[in-house]
């Protein structure tokens, strides 16, 4: 086995194209048995494709198939059928240990007996690197997570946060063509975490490499990735930008999971030709993209932050003001309309607003935040191909 020859620059992006050295998945399945003897469709017909630089995040609820996927594409895993290419080397036939690639879990797993120069000496020193090489490169790794300093203490001696630095600079030491990252900051309290996805989106940057980031927390999701996959039972239910996943989402799942929502399913008119809605005894609203109605309702969704109820925009519906709550930056309220329940984020000032409960308010949005979902299958689809 001959190492690859250690660099951390920029020089792979620099001499070729994204599209070359970016990791694909291929439609990729993977199912695990039940100790009941059910099967469960960890992964079901993934295709991904994911940019040479990129920040890319795999965002799902709990058992959705973000580690399956993770560990597949580290060699730890091996799918039922399906391909995972790096540019256009196919490596999914390659072992663990000899693929380009290196994984940071949640748990810091350093080795507790060794100082912090050694921890991230281990892996450069198993591909037999010189003493000196080595020496270096760790020099560069704790200089590139700020811990200079700290290189000849005990991981038991350094905080949380300083101990996942140290997890990062071991992993980028190898000098992975890309990072495999599986809810590295889950166990860090809320501001170390904030802190912490500052400083690895910082660290992406710098480096240039591919990040391959797991989270169940949408709005890690949209704070660190340059592009997000939401999966959903072991199946891609969007890809996108932030902004893509977040102000039009495909799915109802998708529109549910990130973020504040309301979720209406409303009779599906057609006013010359264009689908148009009315909630409860409000006027007709045209709606900004066209979608199938195969039932003769349409479901859309919308964000609390665009809806008004100071007379801003353009009027849904009147109704009453059921629940309210202070939160500071602004004021979460619910509108019941007939049956339709709104949820409204009204930012400050409230003077000028009547806001009590049991007050009627007329609730106003721009038609373009009102984003049609696709219909759901009707029934379960049938699973071609996935055992
Ligand atoms: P996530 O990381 O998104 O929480 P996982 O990839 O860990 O999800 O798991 C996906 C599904 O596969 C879950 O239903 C989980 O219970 C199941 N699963 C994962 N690994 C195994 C395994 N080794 N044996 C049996 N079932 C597994
Ligand atoms: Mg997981």
Do not use: W
């Amino acid at each position: 086995m001959s190492p690859e020859p250690l660099r951390i620059e920029n020089q792979r992006s620099a001499t070729t194209t994204a599209r070359e050295n970016g990791l694909s998945i291929a439609r990729a399945t993977k199912a695990f048995e039940t100790p009941e003897g059910g099967l469960v469709h960890a992964l079901d017909d993934v295709s991904l494709d994911i940019r040479e630089g990129e920040f890319f995040v795999l965002l799902g609820p709990s058992g959705c198939g973000k580690t399956t996927l993770l560990r597949s594409i580290a060699g730890l895993e091996v799918f039922d059928s399906g391909e995972i290419y790096l540019g256009t080397d196919r490596i999914d036939q390659i072992p663990a240990h000899r693929r380009p690639v290196n994984t940071v879990f949640q748990s810091y797993a350093l080795f507790p007996h060794l100082t912090v120069a050694q921890n991230v000496a281990f892996g450069p020193q198993m591909d037999g690197l010189s003493r000196a090489a080595v020496d270096a490169r760790v020099a560069e790794m704790l200089a590139l997570v700020q811990l200079e300093a700290m290189g000849s203490r005990k991981p038991s001696q350094l905080s949380g946060g300083q101990q996942q630095r140290v997890t990062l600079a071991r992993a980028l030491a190898k000098d992975p063509r890309v990072l495999l990252l599986d809810e590295p900051l889950a166990a860090l309290d809320l501001k170390l975490r904030r802190q912490m996805q500052a400083e690895l989106k910082d660290l992406q940057q710098r480096t240039g490499l591919t990040f391959v980031f797991v989270t169940h927390d949408q709005e890690e999701a949209l704070a660190l990735g340059d592009r997000i996959a939401v999966l959903e039972h072991g199946r891609v239910a969007q890809v996108g930008t932030p902004q893509e996943i977040y102000e039009t989402p495909e799915t109802r799942f998708v529109a549910d999971f990130i973020g504040e929502t309301s979720i209406l399913t409303l009779p599906a008119l057609r006013e010359d030709g264009r689908l148009t809605v009315r909630v409860a005894d409000g006027p007709a609203v045209a709606l900004p993209r066209d979608v199938p109605t195969p039932d003769g309702t349409v479901t859309i969704a919308v964000r609390p932050e665009r809806l008004v109820l100071d007379g801003t925009a353009p009027p849904l519906g009147t109704g009453t003001l059921t629940s309210m709550v202070y939160m500071g930056t602004d004021v979460r309220c619910t509108v019941s309309l007939g049956d339709v329940e709104l949820r409204v984020r009204v930012a400050p000032p409230y003077d000028a607003l009547d806001l009590r409960p049991g007050a009627t308010v007329t609730v106003g949005a721009d038609p373009r935040s009102l984003r049609p979902l696709d219909p759901e299958p009707v029934a379960a689809p049938v699973r071609a191909g996935s055992r």
